[in-house]
T-cell receptor, first 113, second 109 residues
Framework: EPEVTQTPSHQVTQMGQEVILRCVPI?????FYWYRQILGQKVEFLVS????????KSEIFDDQFSVERPDGSNFTLKIRSTKLEDSAMYFC???????????FGPGTRLLVL | EDQVTQSPEALRLQEGESSSLNCSYT??????LFWYRQDPGKGPEFLFT???AGEEKEKERLKATLTKKESFLHITAPKPEDSATYLC??????????FGTGTRLLVSP
């Protein structure tokens, strides 16, 4: 069964450093998403991406964040200068269309020290 | 603003003891209500999508129902392996999912 994969599973970084989180969406899906979940809190939407453009973003997704589809299979989230409050689990998701079910990856646990 | 409230926050059941989880929502034009299961340290695992009031979906011991204001996830004769956090999410406009805080279910043998 096709699934969303994410790397790395865990990442520890120093405050102010740049991190890139990677995702391989389900192969025939066209819409890609990033969500995050701070420990003990709800899953929060960050951004959606379609046709090489951001189609929707939340207030959390400020200038420190960027997304890219560098090739035909990968989808990345970059945080330019990490802050302590960026520590969270980051989930990638994909869907076949903007109205269909979003399937989530296993997540990357980011710890900013 | 779209909102989702789930209750109870936590639920402890004995194996075989059926119960229901509630998801109340406020959304301007529902374009889908989603149930996911989340195990500790893992990503949300898709269970059901419901689009219109009166719709029902079933999978093994789980059954999801939808009204204009809320959704229920009914668990019949649960087993210990059903222990997890169950998340409800809604989609109003565009693609963004708005999640509730979840119900932590523990099923004891």
């Amino acid at each position: 069964e096709p699934e969303v994969t994410q790397t790395p599973s865990h990442q520890v970084t120093q405050m102010g450093q740049e991190v890139i989180l990677r995702c391989v969406p389900i192969s025939n899906h066209l819409y890609f998403y990033w969500y995050r979940q701070i420990l003990g809190q709800k899953v929060e939407f960050l951004v959606s991406f379609y046709n090489n453009e951001i189609s929707e973003k939340s207030e959390i997704f400020d200038d420190q964040f960027s997304v890219e589809r560098p090739d035909g299979s990968n989808f990345t989230l970059k945080i330019r200068s990490t802050k302590l409050e960026d520590s969270a689990m980051y989930f990638c998701a994909s869907s076949n269309s903007g109205q269909e079910t979003q399937y989530f990856g296993p997540g990357t646990r980011l710890l900013v020290l | 603003e779209d909102q989702v409230t789930q209750s109870p926050e936590a639920l402890r059941l004995q194996e075989g003891e059926s119960s229901s989880l509630n998801c109340s929502y406020t959304v301007s034009g529902l374009r889908g209500l989603f149930w996911y299961r989340q195990d500790p340290g893992k990503g949300p695992e898709f269970l059901f999508t419901l689009y219109s009031a009166g719709e029902e979906k079933e999978k093994e011991r789980l059954k999801a129902t939808l009204t204009k204001k809320e959704s229920f996830l009914h668990i019949t004769a649960p087993k210990p392996e059903d222990s997890a956090t169950y998340l409800c999410a809604v989609r109003g406009g565009f693609q963004k999912l708005v999640f509730g805080t979840g119900t932590r279910l523990l099923v004891s043998p």
